[in-house]
């Protein structure tokens, strides 16, 4: 297997507050990594992929400047939700993928309330 | 997007029986992927198959990858309570170097006790 974790685990803010999330691969290096979104009772949608030095990729509908991506290290991406709004409350999954495998590991999630 | 047809949506089954799910897909796949998502969790990987035909077991469960690289099923044996959980398909082309997943919508499973 392998171990991915984020951080926080859960988060309430305010509407209009920014938000970063961290995801980190601890057993192995991932140029690759990946930003979910979950709806309640629905399957994981793709927000983004982050490469490690490069621009990450957005799916359609994702508003870049609103989801910054930053993937500076092989072990490391960030999602910052900015200018926060109600309508941005979700649960938030990362996953990194294993370059020996090519296989995803998934995060715990991050739970985003904006009040 | 794309989505992958996984069935069924939602089982309710007694401790002790066996599970079987599946999905499918209109294109082909070079790696199948199950997972398992306990509520407010990430989804955790359970068995992932990178051959057309390869049935592959992780202990009580056992998947196969189909010859037509377009479907694939994941059984549980003898269920018990932890087996509760949503699972998921996945399928993952090689092409490009992003090779996103696509996504089952999940099956629900309940076991009685």
């Known amino acids: 297997g392998a171990v991915v974790s984020q951080h926080p685990s859960r988060v309430i803010c305010k509407s209009g507050t920014s938000v970063k999330i961290e995801c980190r691969s601890l057993d192995f290096q991932a140029t690759t990594m990946f930003w979910y979104r979950q709806f309640p009772k629905q399957s994981l949608m793709l927000m983004a992929t982050s490469n490690e030095g490069s621009k990450a990729t957005y799916e359609q509908g994702v508003e870049k400047d609103k989801f910054l991506i930053n993937h500076a290290s092989l072990t490391l991406s960030t999602l910052t939700v900015t200018s926060a709004h109600p309508e941005d409350s979700s649960f938030y999954i990362c996953?990194?993928?294993?370059?020996?495998?090519?296989?995803?590991?998934f995060g715990p999630g991050t739970r985003l309330t904006v009040l | 997007g794309q989505q992958l047809n996984q069935s069924p949506q939602s089982m309710f089954i007694q401790e002790g029986e066996d599970v079987s799910m599946n999905c499918t897909s209109s294109?082909?796949?070079?790696?199948w992927l199950w997972y398992k998502q306990d509520p407010g969790e990430g989804p955790v990987l359970l068995i992932a198959?990178?051959?057309a035909g390869e049935l592959t077991s992780n202990g009580r469960l056992t998947a196969q990858f189909g010859i037509t690289r377009k479907d694939s099923f994941l059984n549980i044996s003898a269920s018990i309570p932890s087996d509760v959980g949503i699972y998921f398909c996945?399928?993952?082309?090689?092409?490009?170097?992003?090779?996103?997943?696509?996504w089952g919508l999940g099956t629900s499973l309940a076991v009685n006790p």
């Open positions: 996945a399928g993952q082309s090689n092409a490009g170097n992003n090779r996103k997943l696509i």
């Open positions: 198959l990178y051959k």
């Open positions: 996953s990194a993928r294993r370059p020996d495998t090519d296989t995803q590991y």
């Open positions: 294109s082909i796949f070079n790696t």
